[in-house]
């Protein structure tokens, strides 16, 4: 979710605005570090993901010692060292009806990497989106959460460049990461460009808080966050429409319209195949990687595959999506000195 130095709002005619955080961004300010105190974790955190992230661009994946670096940070953070309680109104729901708002912390955001904390109230959603090219740390600090996360499916047989697998509707198959739920204290999930869950939807079980380091952060329009529908594999499952293996583009894999899909691949509309029975057609769609559904996962490995299940079909929204309420709060946790 794109909300850093922001503060998203709905106004009384139900449209999504967003306005600058005046209250707690620390981009910009310098503070006097005093020399005989010892850190709190949160300056710890920060001064590693500095450190880290220092060459941090879109797709950077940090050596396997600072990750364990940064998890072990998050792992000893506690949520009064970021001034957080359940007992905070951000974790009661006041309509019955429906979820209260999502509350958003900024703690801090550069160009390298951020730093955030979402307050959810019991059933709220952060639905499906991605992480473009980013390595993102999650830490809950209480209460349960269902957690459900997908990868693209980049598959390389007979192909000299690894593909993605689209339908021709633009739906694009996606592998199931993770689905279930999670309750803290729990150990530090972690998703990188293009593996781990690198899309996620989080939905609150119970009140719960987590916070989020990105790096790098949300920006664009290099980095702009998608938001999806995901769809059972088994909707699609007998389609008789062939799929259209695009080439895959590194981590700036979102799900393009079929007319950009077709371009990508040397396609005409009419070339692609709306049915297996033409030779014609068989033809064309060998010579312009465009395969059946069957054809193309049985060339995967059975473990893999099982019975469809692990799958879906994940299809791009427009915008933000509008059940997606979030508002800013001032970040009232331990303070980051910047040298
Ligand atoms: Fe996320």
């Given at each position: 979710m794109r909300l850093e130095g922001e503060l998203v709002r709905k106004t009384s005619g139900g449209q999504l605005v967003a306005k600058k955080s005046?209250?707690?961004?620390?981009?910009g300010k310098r503070r006097q570090r005093r020399p005989d105190c010892m850190p709190s974790v949160v300056q710890q955190l920060f001064d590693t993901c500095k450190a880290v992230f220092a060459e941090g661009t879109a797709g950077f994946i940090p050596p396997p010692e600072d990750v364990f670096r940064i998890r072990s940070i998050l792992d000893r953070l506690k949520p009064e060292d970021v001034g957080l309680s359940p007992k905070l109104p951000y974790f009661k729901n006041i309509d019955a009806r429906r979820p209260s708002p999502i509350t958003y912390l900024h703690v801090y955001a550069c160009d390298e990497f951020s730093i955030g904390i979402f307050c959810l109230p019991p059933n709220a959603v952060i639905p499906l989106h991605n992480h473009p090219g980013m390595t993102v740390f999650s830490k809950i600090f209480f209460g349960s959460m269902h957690i459900k996360s997908y990868d693209w499916v980049v598959v390389s047989q007979d192909s000299i460049e690894p593909c993605r697998v689209v339908l021709p509707s633009g739906e694009r198959l996606a592998k199931v990461k993770t689905d279930a739920v999670f309750t803290a204290p729990c150990e530090t999930s972690i998703l990188y460009p293009s593996s781990g869950g690198n899309m996620h939807c989080f939905t609150a079980k119970t009140a719960c808080a987590f916070l989020d380091v990105l790096g790098p952060p949300y920006s664009s329009p290099e980095r702009n966050c998608t938001y999806y529908f995901d769809h059972a594999?088994?909707?699609?499952?007998?389609?008789p429409d062939s799929l259209i293996m695009a080439k895959a583009d590194g981590y700036d894999d979102a799900v393009k319209t079929p007319e950009h899909v077709k371009e990508e691949v040397g396609l005409l509309a009419d070339h692609i195949p709306n049915s297996r029975g033409s030779t014609d057609a068989d033809a064309r769609a060998v010579d312009g990687k465009a395969k059946s559904i069957s054809e193309v996962l049985s060339g995967m490995s059975p473990l893999d595959l099982g019975e469809g299940e692990g799958y879906g079909w994940l299809q791009e929204r427009t915008?933000?999506?509008?059940?997606f309420l979030v508002v800013g709060a001032k970040y009232r946790g331990h303070n980051i000195v910047e040298d």
């Open positions: 005046n209250l707690s961004s620390m981009k594999y088994a909707k699609y499952a007998g389609n915008g933000q999506p509008e059940e």
